[in-house]
């Protein structure tokens, strides 16, 4: 019995957690059959306590349990082949470790020993308990113990200072964004050893990250004279120069990298946001598909080569690209937008307002999907259903966007006016449906010269510029 009681229960926290785990998926299927797996077992429960459990009750109860976990197998096998399973558990956060420049942190027992023993005048006991605490910060931030890595650095730097414990310390500081903290640990590091690479290269990234980018290249700089072969660094130069708008410099850096790593992803995408920036589209796309070749699990890549391809107007490339994104990242709102935006200008106006309802059914404040659903609804002549998207827009977008609220508010306008007319029309054929005085041919001839008519499409804030990532 007790044994019948803790199964059971088991399964229904199994149920539940599946469950819960299904909605964050929108895979409202598998979220009806573990409901089903739900009830079947909270059923055996009740007629247990009942006395009313039959061997025939038990096996029917067992059968459907074992079908619907066989169901939840497959469902998971499916999403782990898809890439959805795997988009849920690891979000989009390869576009900002691309993007935003990595601190350093020196694990080699060498770098710290060869500094210890630089210091003659402190006892040998002081030199291994810095090295002692080192690694035992070490081995805490690699658990993810940032308090406890603090503390041992700390410890290490209490009992003989190293430049390799003030580095370590600054990592941890960059990582819980204590940036002005970092850049004094980057400082003391330097004071001991003015050619520690990572110290410098900690100060530019710290800097970065303060949006202080005129510092962070002199620090990348720095770095530069002590190492010039590190590829990582020039990347991080060429961001921050690009951060500047100082975009055809910061190609050079890029370039830079690239001639010492060809496979630098990093410098590959960069260099393609570079690109588009400056409006050279063609060679946005050559980087892009460099990036997607060189790790074809890039959804961003993909996304990015999506948004280059859009602004050539090559529409059928930018959905395959979009679709690529989206079997990576089934929960790419900005993907499914612009994947909308593909689509309406090959006309396959129902199959993109699919795709805006996918964004929005995603992120439902995302106010871009909201116009550009508007949009294609008016296209179609759906009035009532244009007019509830515009008015979604009009209540979540930012007041920057003066033009497109303008534009939206005067097509709520005109569609209203639309509208009443329509239904005016309605009124007055009802009246003439009524009428047993009426002629047959002037219902004929009463009709709308605006109905059926299409709006023109204005451009949306995604429209004029699909967004760069």
């Not at 393609?272 to 892009?288: M, P, Q």
């Not at 009009?394 to 569609?415: D, G, M, S, T, Y």
Request: aromatic share 12%; charged share 25%; proline share 2%.
């Amino acid at each position: 019995m007790i044994i019948f009681l803790f199964t059971n229960l088991l399964l229904i926290v199994f149920f539940a957690l599946v469950i819960v785990f299904c909605i964050k998926l929108r895979n409202w299927g598998a979220v009806l059959i573990n409901i089903l797996g739900f009830l079947t077992v909270a059923s055996s429960l009740y007629l247990e306590f009942s006395h009313l459990q039959t061997r025939y009750t038990l096996v029917v109860i067992m059968s459907i349990v074992v079908l619907v976990m066989i169901f939840d197998i497959l469902i998971a096998i499916f999403q782990l082949r898809a890439g959805g399973l795997y988009a849920y558990l690891k979000p989009m956060a390869q576009k900002d470790v691309l993007e935003n420049p990595e601190y350093k942190m020196i694990f080699d027992d060498a770098a710290i020993r060869r500094e210890i023993n630089l210091n003659q005048k402190e006892e040998m006991i002081e030199g291994l308990q810095a090295y002692e605490m080192w690694k035992m910060g070490n081995k805490a931030y690699l658990a993810g113990d940032y308090d406890n890595a603090m503390e041992k650095y700390e410890l290490s730097l209490h009992w003989e200072a190293s430049s390799v414990a003030w580095v370590n310390k600054s990592g941890v500081c960059i990582e819980r964004g204590n940036f002005d903290q970092a850049i004094h640990c980057c400082d003391e590091a330097i004071k001991l050893n003015d050619e520690c690479e990572e110290a410098w290269i900690n100060r530019g990234v710290s800097f970065d990250r303060k949006r202080e980018y005129d510092k962070a290249i002199k620090s990348f700089d720095k770095a530069l004279i002590v190492n010039e072969s590190n590829p990582d660094t020039w990347t991080y130069h060429g961001n921050a120069l690009r951060r500047l708008g100082k975009l055809e410099e910061s190609l050079q850096s890029y370039d830079k990298a690239i001639e010492l790593k060809n496979d630098q992803l990093a410098a590959w995408y960069n260099k393609g946001v570079a690109f588009s920036k400056l409006g050279r589209i063609e060679e946005a796309v050559e980087c892009f598909s460099q990036v997607v070749k060189i790790q074809p699990d890039f959804a961003f890549g993909y996304y990015n080569l999506g948004n280059s391809y859009n602004k050539l107007d090559r529409n059928k490339e930018a959905l395959d690209a979009y679709a690529h994104a989206l079997r990576l990242q089934p929960r790419f709102n900005e993907a499914w937008n612009n994947q909308g935006i593909a689509l309406s200008k090959i006309g396959q106006l129902r199959d993109a307002i699919k795709s805006y309802n996918r964004a929005i059914g995603i992120k439902p404040d995302y106010y871009e999907a909201w116009i550009n659903r508007a949009l294609a609804l008016e296209s179609l002549g759906e009035i009532r259903e244009a007019i509830k998207s515009y008015e979604k827009f009009l209540e979540l977008a930012p007041v920057e966007l003066k033009k497109h609220i303008a534009i939206a508010q005067r097509h709520v306008e005109e569609l209203k006016s639309r509208l009443a007319k329509e239904e005016k029309e309605q009124q007055k054929r009802k009246r003439w449906l009524w009428n047993p005085f009426k002629k047959e041919k002037t219902l004929e001839t009463a009709t709308d010269p605006e109905l059926g008519e299409q709006t023109e499409q204005v451009d949306s804030p995604e429209t004029v510029s699909p967004d760069d990532g």
